[in-house]
Each structure stands twice: as C-alpha cells, then as structure tokens.
C-alpha cells in the first residue's frame, strides 16, 4: 500500500515542555514532518534530540524510508517577534509548504505578566499577528492556538464551559483573549480561507512515561509540579509558600483542574486533524461564516494546591512543609473544565489520572535529577 507524503507541520515553541510533547504526538502518528522554532527562552534543544530518540525506538522492524524521516525535526533557533527569521523558515518551504501551525510559543507566568505586561503584549500578541501574516503571505492557513483557561477569570460556574465570558484578571489571560478576538476576525474576514481552533489549556502536569523528555524551566520553576519536584530532589531550598488560604474552595486553596501533558499533546493531534478537508466540526457552519473553533482540554475535576502536594509527597516520600501567605495577584479561586464539547467534537479524552501524573513526573525528575543535558 502507498503511502500517504509527510505533512509539515510547524510547531512554534517546539522545544519546550508542551511543545516537545506534542511534536512527539505528532511523530508517533508517522504522518508528519515536524518543523519546529524555538529561541530556547524558556526550553532546551536537547528535548528534541529525545523527542526523536523516543521516535525512532518505537519504529517497526519493517519501518519505512518515509517512517524514518518522520522522526527526524527540523528544528530552528528562532525568535517569532523577529520578522526576517521566522519568514526565512516559510521560505525554505515556499508557497504551500508547511500544512499547518500549531503555536504554543508564550511567556506563560501569571504573576510576571502583571510586572511587564507591555513584554507580554508584544511577545504573545505581536509575535502571533505577525506569525498570521507570515502564514497568510505563503498560503499557510490552519492554525491550532495554544490558549490558556485564564481567558475565563474568575469564571461564574464551575465547570467552566466554552460558553463562559471571556474575562481574564490578568495580563498574559488578556493576551490569550486577545489572540482569540484576532483569530476570530481574521478567520470572519477570509471564511474561504482560514480554519482555527483555540485550544483552552487548563494545567498541564507529569512527563512521558519514558522519563527522556518533561518539563524543565529555566530557574526556579513558577509552576506547582516542577517546584515539588524540585524541592524534592534539593535543586531549589524546600521553602514552599501556598498563595492564599481563604478561597471559596473545600481547602481554602486555589483549585486548578490538572492534565496529563500527554493527554494534552493528544489534544493537538486530534485538533489538528480536526482542521483537515473531510472534517466535521464545521459542517454545520455556513460557507460565508468563520470557522474557527474553541475547545477546554482539562479532565474536568479540580485539585487544590494542598491535594497536590499531598499527592506529590505520596509519590516522591518527601516531606514537604509550608508556609501559608498572602494571595497572589492575579490568581483565581478555581479554574475547573467542562471538557464535554472536546470529547463530543474532537474524541478528545484524559485518562490519566492525578497518581499518574505525579508518577511519571517523579520519573522524569529523578532520571534528569539536574534537567536536560546532565
């Protein structure tokens, strides 16, 4: 039987925690050839080297030529805010090229975002006006946004629908909002042309159950897991600080609605497909009209910050200790999904549970112990 040609598929940010992860997803199908840019802010090229190592030992015996280059990257150190880069990479393809973009490239901190919020704006909003202009002058017009479930704010139901008012308290949810408005305007002005879908992470969280790739910040991790992981094997001092201990939750701290970063990077995949001819998640939608699309991918339960560490401590026999502090500015009570319109539209599921996720990345920490290139 012939084989189908590689699609290209261009996914900003591929180096990074999510991002190397979904370029995995990608590889796995053996359907795509991975494009990949990255200016390594946040990231380290050495997730792609492992990425395709993965890749390639999971090949067949009776693997072909076109099976083996799909586990090859071609991965770019680029910046998305530099114009001439970014257009270089499309060029190597020309007109038609690449088939596809799946943009997760971010600065993703909430509490950051509030300090240089004009750093946010340019990086996120800029960098992805500038990314569809790019796309639409080399006939590139599929396009998978990695937004964020801070475009809700302090929602008013939980679970969250996609339904909800998009209303974020902060300055990188506002960006989100705002490339989502962009999307939908652009996609409404070339309905022809252009079909989009917005994908509403809630918190990513474990690593691949290989321990080769998982998340690796640089500096001291901003996010709970990475933090507990680290605390746990003595990169950073144990001195854990919980944000609040008086929300409108059973505990009294934040409640966030965590997913397997697997499962997630399944997400794409099916979103991504989602977006191919044949498709119907927009059949019922009138020729002239936008197509584009918004879906959560969370489990749709919610943990609280003390869940967490307690299942983090299960799971490493570490024993952390606290210290109760004020809010942090730009944090909500609880960001929990309703995944319903994913799993109806998409066949998106999340299987793997909250044990799981501390698992694999307890894996991940204790075989890298120092991160990537140790």
Known sequence: MTQEPLQRVLVTGGAGYIGSHVVFALQETRRFKVI??????????????????????????????????STEIDAYQADLTNEAQVRAVFEKYGKGGIWGVIHIAAYKAVGESTEIPLTYYQNNVGATVQLLQIMSDFECTRFVYSSSATVYGTPPHIPIPETTRLQADSPYGRSKVMCEQILQDLTAAEPQRWRAISLRYFNPAGAHPSGLIGEEPRGRPGNLFPLLAHMAVGRVPPDLKVFGSDYPTPDGTCVRDY???????????????????????????????????????????????????????????????????????????DLTADPTLAEKELGFKAPNDLETMCKDLWNWQTKNPKGYGQ
């Open 36 to 69: 990949s840019i990255d200016n390594h802010h946040n990231s380290h090229p050495e997730s792609l080297a492992r990425v395709s190592q993965i890749a390639k030992s999971n090949l067949p015996a009776n693997a072909t030529a076109q099976d083996k280059e």
């Open 259 to 333: 997913i397997h970063v697997v499962d997630l990077a399944r997400g794409h995949l099916l979103a991504l497909d989602a977006l191919a001819p044949g498709s119907r998640i927009f059949a019922g939608v009138a020729a002239d009209a936008p197509k584009i699309k918004a879906y959560n991918l969370g489990k749709g339960r919610g943990m609280s910050v003390l869940q967490i560490v307690e299942a983090m401590r299960k799971a490493t026999g570490f024993e952390y200790k606290y210290e109760i502090v004020g809010r942090r500015r730009g944090d909500v009570p």
